[in-house]
């Protein structure tokens, strides 16, 4: 990847204080904003889901400065949406090139490219936006973090469900103790894994307008063949399933609301020499083990400690539960109706995705994005008006991100949250490649037992790439 070049040095402190400008230093950087004054953005990834920020990051205050895509023929659509932006295939090249007339990045790509991509810009100086999951392994997560820490940039990852009202409320909610103790909670996505499939083993010829080398990135090296690129969630060098893909949405009320994040906290760890009682543990039962590829259907058990004066949580995950033994019925007798699950109700797929909550005095629902909740029985909370708002509400996603790179508040998923929340979900990738019980320490990011999983909890770079 090459030597990071250092962004431009503004320094017009006293300029900007007699002109009211927004300062915003760190450690390569010091760049000056005028009141709305509009963020130069670079889109790594335009051609799938980050087609959307094309539209979206000039909606929202950003000038898009730089695009760049492996896949030409799937990017044309974006590139020529903006015309004027400098287009690229290497987002390295773009970097390098571009280093003084880029703010910021938003990296829409594969799962196994998100952690490249965003080490490298936050380390020019670049603030961030990397769609979830926030990478490929627990283990860049936690580099990520660091990273983020080191270079001072604004970070956000996209889990947008974020920003709504709805799990802002549901936060507050269950923090102030509506629901009691919650000490069960069940998450669940109908999608499912590929299970066992043929490794493609045969080399296809490469079209003229994709970049097979740049998409493939760090993963290992291999021959190109069509099959890695149209099913690449469905392989582990590439995709993380649907923890990472809906996990880190569905999961993210449960983690924030019942304070999960805080066991990465040393400062709130159970004290010296007792690391048992931060320790996570993770079981899975799941349809077959398989290197490359994952499971048809799994149920993970997290079993997670106590958090200050929360109890201790079971946080079961069920993937692909209507081929799984059990989950559809534990769920639907819990919340008392049918799972519309294409078979019932409107049969429009409406609980595809959720998770439920159990309390000692009451439940709550949340669907896949954490955008709509309802608290349970329902008849119990006629006229609930609940607690007063303490988090700080959002002006969207993208918007929040955007702010905080003009020096506003941090972005509530920036990667001091988002990097816990991404171990957490990502660990159960790991819990489905052992049949045994996995213990992992936040705050060491390791696993006790078994030793072996710790080779799971990242992976080797091809040469030429690196964090």
């Known amino acids: 990847m090459g030597q990071p070049i250092n962004r431009r040095v503004l320094l017009r402190r006293t300029a900007a204080s007699a002109a009211g400008l927004l300062i915003l230093n760190n450690s390569h950087s010091a760049r000056s904003y005028q009141a709305n004054e509009k963020v130069s953005v670079a889109l790594i990834g335009v051609g799938g889901r980050g087609s959307w920020f094309v539209g979206a990051i000039p909606r929202t205050g950003g000038n898009v400065v730089a695009m760049c895509d492996v896949n030409e023929r799937k990017a044309e659509p974006s590139f020529e949406q903006i015309p004027h932006a400098k287009k690229y295939n290497d987002f390295r090249k773009m970097l390098e090139e571009m280093d003084e007339q880029i703010d910021a990045v938003v990296i829409a790509t594969p799962d196994h490219t998100h952690a490249v991509a965003s080490a490298m810009a936050m380390k020019m100086g670049k603030h961030v936006y990397c769609e979830k999951p926030l990478t490929h392994n ?6 990520l973090q660091r990273i983020a820490a080191e270079s001072k940039v604004a970070t956000q990852m996209g889990n947008q469900g974020t920003a709504s009202e709805a799990f802002r409320r549901a936060v507050e ?9 919650v000490r069960e909670v069940h998450a669940w996505n109908t999608g499912g894994g590929a299970g066992e499939r043929p490794y493609p083993s045969d080399a296809h010829k490469v079209p003229d307008y994709f970049h097979w080398d740049l998409w493939l990135g760090p993963a290992r090296e291999r021959p190109y063949n069509s099959r890695w690129v149209e099913w690449w969630h469905s392989w582990r060098d590439f995709g993380t399933c649907q923890l990472g893909n809906w996990a880190s949405h569905t999961m993210n009320v449960v983690f924030k609301g019942l304070k999960i994040d805080t066991l990465w906290n040393s400062d709130n760890s159970a004290g010296p020499g007792q690391p048992a009682d931060r320790l996570i543990r993770l079981k899975a039962e799941v349809s077959g083990i398989h290197k490359e590829t994952f499971p048809r259907w799994e149920i993970i058990r997290y079993d997670v400690p106590a958090r200050g004066q929360m109890p201790p949580v079971t946080v079961n995950w069920y993937n ?3 081929q799984a033994p059990g989950p559809r019925e534990k769920i639907e007798e819990l919340m008392g109706r049918r799972l519309d699950w294409g078979d019932t109700g409107e049969k429009k797929w409406h609980d595809h995705a959720g998770c439920l909550l159990i309390g000692s005095k009451a439940m709550l629902h949340s669907n896949g994005h954490n955008t709509v909740y309802t608290l349970l029985p329902k008849e119990q909370f006629k006229g609930f008006e609940g607690p007063a708002p ?5 002006r969207g996603h993208e918007r929040e991100w955007l702010d905080a790179c003009r020096a506003g508040p941090p972005a509530m998923s920036n ?4 990097s816990p929340l991404t171990q957490f979900v990502l660990l159960g990738n790991v819990a489905t490649l052992f049949d045994e019980t996995i213990e992992y320490d936040p705050i060491a990011g390791r696993a006790l037992r078994p030793a072996r999983a710790n080779e799971a909890l990242r992976r080797e770079y091809r040469q030429g790439w690196h964090l």
């Open 138 to 143: 627990v283990d860049e997560a936690r580099t």
């Open 390 to 394: 303490v988090l700080p509400r959002s």
């Open 173 to 181: 909610i269950i923090q102030a103790g509506v629901l009691g103790e």
């Open 415 to 418: 990667f001091d949250y988002s």
């Open 320 to 322: 692909g539960p209507g």
